[in-house]
């Protein structure tokens, strides 16, 4: 049976981080598990790129200014460009309601430092995206240091670093069950290629994360959530430097990439089919109505079918994710669950992640609200309405 200090079970963004930041604290012998042929594969690849400190829970806000610290010197760690673009994110109320919710937000990113996140009113608006239809929006918030990242650079970065510090990363891998000592803990980790055995385990497995929590005997109350999205043809309707424009009210956005726009609308996902991550041509002509309502310039741009997607977010029940080891068995650890924040996350949690599991606490931030026993205690975080 081989062996490793540490498995990581999942070579997505956040596991790949999570890898490095063990190894970069001096764990020796980690492993890195992916069942797909090469990176990429799961919702790392299919995610759109969006990076944020606009939140309405501090915990969020905290994550989101430590990534963003961490991007800063995010190519002198890695020898990677993750791509940040500071092109701002500007979120639409259709009304007062939506509004106050907005500006409650903000009280909480202006508690928390992120002085830079302003209100903004329609002529404020029609400067930051001119293409926009005002007629419905009655204001909104905005802040320039949110903006975009390149997921699968981020990624690659990561893993590159990780093999410079000696970590074993290995594709193609399937991981099929977890052996537990009389104790709880666990002391191998079963896989396609045979057994693990193993001092500790993480698991980053993303939308499959309570399949391999459940294997400890514990229900980690993370689901596969599908999220589509639609992509124009090449085009210069809308320039790159526009930010990610978000209404509050239905959570329809949009941003370009790639000399190409991005539509997006969540929906829910495929009843009794949570992996499901067809994209779904009614779902296309709506999300393309809705755009040419809010966008007109829009409607002289195609939608290129064969370049749309879908992908899975891993939601938790109060939308933030969870970190820490699992209650009962405290040498697997958890860094699942951050509903469509993850990428963005990744080189926060990744950090908090190794500090826990080094010293037994992470002193970086507090990251009690993230704690798993959370659900069984009954203590979740507000579910933001909103942010």
Known sequence: MTSASVAVIGGGV?????????????????????????????STGRATGGFRAQYATPINVRLSLLSREKLGCFEAETGVDPGYQAAGYLWLAANASELATLRAGQAVQHAEGLHEAVEVGCGDIARLNPALRLDEVAGGVYCPTDGFIRPLQM?????????????????????????????????????????????????????????VAGWAGWELPVVALRRQVAVTAPSDLLPHTMPMTIYAGDGFHLRVRDGRVLLLWPTPGVPGHPYDVRVEPEWIAAVTAKAHARVPVLRRASIDSAACWGGLYEVSPDKHAVLGPVPGCNNLFLVNGSSGHGVMHAPALGQLLAEIMSDGTAKTLDPTPLRPSRFVEGDLNPVPELL
Do not use: F
Request: net charge positive; aromatic share 6%.
């Open 155 to 211: 990624l690659q970065g990561y893993l590159d670093a990780c093999r410079r510090l000696g970590v074993r990363i290995e594709w193609g891998v399937e991981v099929l069950g977890l052996s537990r000592r009389a104790d709880g803990t666990i002391a191998a980790i079963q896989t396609s290629r045979g057994p693990v055995g193993v001092g500790a385990a993480v698991n980053a497995a993303g939308a499959w994360a309570a399949v």
């Open 14 to 42: 956040i596991g790949a981080s999570a890898a490095y930041h063990l190894a970069a604290r001096g764990w020796r012998d980690v492993l890195l598990l992916d069942r797909g042929a090469g990176p990429g594969e799961g």
